[in-house]
């Protein structure tokens, strides 16, 4: 097996880098007076079209944690792991339709801002420094940490080469403002879809082949025939992978929390919507939604795949650590060095498109809250424009070197994406609850926010510590709950919640879609039941 890429593969790599650095480097000439100011720096001042929109929405979401983390997965427990893109669909609908109206009738720029106005100070900052951490030592750093363990183990190049150079090139793309970034998303899109469905075909060529079978689609039949286990969208309770998606939970419960905080009340997601104008965000957001459609296809069937073939004796030295062990999230690297030259290039392009876009959008989003939010609140309220966009730029330098630190201590990790998943679940709970109470019921106080921010961590700890068996996204459900209920009795006690003037004035004709967006929304969730119906 190759385990470097070749001149081809090179001359593919530097074509696709000198595309996405060029045409960034374009717009940022094109748009460089105005980068001055923090709505273009930060919202790309309302300039993104919707299939830029929804592009970079894909871009920054899809990265090494679904590359890697994902086909882990697959090759772990199978299609089932798809529900956290499949439900993200029909998640970014809903957001499209009641969340996304809400943040551009108040003009917000950050989630910590809308926190303020709808409540106060104390609020917005507790979660901004929540956020802050969660974005830097768990997103940004796992980020890198498995992107680079990808580019380590195809190119060849040490691990500290992969860190430095995968932080290198973000930070080149991300200093020139969300235009830049918004835009070249696009095109990193592009080499993501494309060379993610080349390694697909590959994988599904070479199960078909080993099998005797010819073609795609015999490779299917063959997944299905060989991995049945690994074709079941709902876990019963005596699958040994019922902790990480329990059962019904993935459908009517956790699951919920997780893509509702993720896609609607998220700075690193939102920010791509809230510079456009309504329409435009939601045509994004719908485009979003097909392409959410689409990814099992390019990260969790390359992972069952790899699954299929060292179940029958192929890449066992790879799969293993030198201690045996079985490394699901060596699944796709080990794909990919199977590719031929020139397409292993491309690939290798698209993984680092992915992992470039991610950490790029990641950072921008750090560098917006910090600069916004903190920088602006309580460092230099006075600051210039052009002082904040620097401040910006200095953050964005600033989180990357603590991600290019502490990513080599992350190397104990078995499957990358459930990582994550579980400890931003710490956090998700009391967002969420926080969020939809602020939007929706005019009463809710202050003080009932600041308990369910302060109350979401520790909640999170000790049940985590206590019931350990408990899965965590039911652990996340309860917690919602639970922090639900105390801020509506303490928003209660409060008699003058009655009349809460920071209470949002919401009109029901905010909510209502085109019909455009509502036949792209009905075809959505219609392709979503039939998925659900199948692999049940």
């Given at each position: 097996m190759q385990k470097s890429l070749q001149f081809l593969d090179y001359a593919v790599f530097l074509v696709y880098f000198f595309i996405v650095a060029g045409y960034g480097y374009y717009i940022y000439r094109k748009k460089k007076k105005a980068v001055a100011d923090t709505k273009d720096f930060f919202l790309a001042e309302g300039s993104l079209t919707w299939w830029a929109i929804g592009a970079s929405l894909i871009a920054s979401n899809i990265s090494a944690e679904q590359f890697i983390g994902m086909s882990g997965s697959g090759f772990a427990m199978g299609l089932a792991i798809s529900t956290y893109e499949w439900m993200a669909a029909a998640t970014l609908i809903i957001v499209a339709i009641f969340f996304i109206p809400v943040y551009l009738k108040n003009?917000?720029?950050?989630?910590?801002?809308?926190?303020?106005?709808?409540?106060?100070?104390?609020v917005a900052t507790v979660m901004a420094v929540f956020w802050l951490l969660l974005y830097i030592f768990v997103n940004l750093t796992s980020i890198l940490y498995l992107g680079a363990l990808a580019v380590q183990t195809i190119s060849g190049f040490s691990f500290t080469t992969c860190v430095l150079g995968l932080a290198i090139f973000a930070v080149f793309i991300t200093l020139g403002g969300m235009k830049v970034i918004g835009y070249t998303d696009v095109i990193q899109v592009f080499f993501l879809i494309l060379g993610g469905l080349a390694t697909t075909y590959l994988a599904l060529?070479?199960?078909?082949?080993?099998?005797?079978?010819?073609?795609?689609?015999?490779?299917?039949?063959?997944?299905?025939?060989?991995?049945?286990?690994?074709?079941?969208?709902?876990?019963?309770?005596?699958?040994?992978?019922?902790?990480?998606?329990?059962?019904?939970?993935?459908?009517?419960?956790?699951?919920?929390?997780?893509?509702?905080?993720?896609?609607?009340?998220?700075?690193?997601?939102?920010?791509r919507a809230l510079g456009a104008d309504l329409k435009t965000a939601r045509g994004g957001i719908l485009f979003a939604a097909f392409l959410k459609l689409l990814m099992p296809v390019i990260v969790v069937l390359p992972g069952i795949a790899a699954y299929v073939l060292f179940k029958n004796g192929v890449f066992h030295a790879e799969m293993t650590d030198a201690a045996g062990t079985i490394k699901p999230d060596h699944a796709y690297p080990v794909l990919l060095n199977l590719l031929p030259v020139g397409l292993k290039g491309l690939s290798f392009a698209a993984?680092?498109?992915?992992?470039?876009?991610?950490?790029?959008?990641?950072?921008?989003?750090?560098?917006?809250?910090?600069?916004?939010?903190?920088?602006?609140?309580?460092?230099?309220?006075?600051?210039?424009?052009?002082?904040?966009?620097?401040?910006?730029?200095?953050?964005?330098i600033v989180s990357c070197i603590i991600a290019v630190v502490v990513a080599p201590q992350l190397s104990n990790l078995d499957q990358g994406f459930q990582y994550i998943q579980e400890y931003t679940g710490f956090i998700s709970p009391g967002v969420f609850a926080i969020f939809i109470l602020g939007f929706f019921w005019k009463r809710t106080t202050s003080a009932a926010a600041l308990t369910g921010a302060l109350l979401s961590i520790p909640l999170s700890t000790i049940i985590k510590f206590t019931m350990p068996e408990m899965p965590f996204l039911d652990r996340m459900g309860w917690i919602f709950v639970v922090i639900i209920i105390i801020m509506v009795i303490i928003t209660l006690l409060d008699p003058k919640s009655k009349n809460n003037p920071k209470g949002l004035e919401v009109d029901s004709s905010m909510f209502k879609p085109s019909g455009v967006f509502a036949a792209g929304a009905i075809l959505v969730c219609g392709i979503l039941a039939a998925l659900y119906t199948v692999f049940w």
């Open positions: 003009k917000i720029y950050t989630m910590p801002q809308f926190l303020s106005q709808r409540y106060d100070d104390r060529n070479l199960v078909a082949n080993h099998f005797g079978g010819n073609g795609v689609m015999a490779g299917v039949g063959m997944l299905r025939k060989l991995a049945p286990e690994h074709f079941h969208m709902i876990f019963d309770k005596s699958n040994p992978h019922y902790n990480d998606l329990p059962g019904l939970t993935v459908l009517i419960g956790g699951m919920w929390i997780v893509n509702l905080n993720y896609w609607g009340c998220n700075q690193y997601i939102t920010q993984l680092t498109a992915a992992i470039v876009a991610s950490l790029a959008g990641k950072a921008n989003s750090i560098s917006t809250i910090f600069t916004l939010d903190i920088y602006r609140h309580y460092f230099k309220k006075g600051a210039s424009e052009q002082q904040l966009v620097t401040v910006g730029r200095i953050a964005i």
